[in-house]
């Protein structure tokens, strides 16, 4: 690999960077926020991840096909990229199915 194409992918993680720390400020809910909003957000996440797995996938297959365009560094990238966000995902479940057991389990 040379060293523009590193210079090339570490920009790119730094541009990704900078937007997952800006969406992250914008898509903080506010305090008394509703449950349907809530709600909402969860969707919007669990969709999120679900079109970065389907990009990842579609990138690979596309490699694998043998098309030119895709850079294999690319396509590893992306299915690093779906696979935290799966596994981030997983654990705000985690904790959420935690928090709702401990609540359910409080003594009125």
Do not use: W
Not at 11 to 33: D, F, H, K, Y
Not at 34 to 60: H, T, Y
Request: aromatic letters at 4%; charged letters at 20%; zero cysteines.
């Amino acid at each position: 690999m040379s060293s523009i194409q590193i210079a090339q992918v570490l920009a790119e993680m730094r541009a990704l960077q900078a937007r997952v720390g800006s969406a992250a400020i914008a898509e903080t809910p506010q305090v008394g926020a509703a449950p349907s909003e809530f709600a909402q957000i969860m969707k919007d996440s669990v969709n999120s991840v679900a079109s970065m797995q389907n990009r990842a996938e579609a990138l690979a297959s596309a490699y694998e096909t043998g098309d030119k365009s895709v850079d294999l560094t690319k396509v590893m990238l992306e299915v690093q990229k779906a696979g935290l966000a799966f596994h981030a995902m997983a654990e705000v479940r985690n904790k959420l199915v935690d928090a709702y057991t401990q609540v359910m389990n409080m003594a009125v």
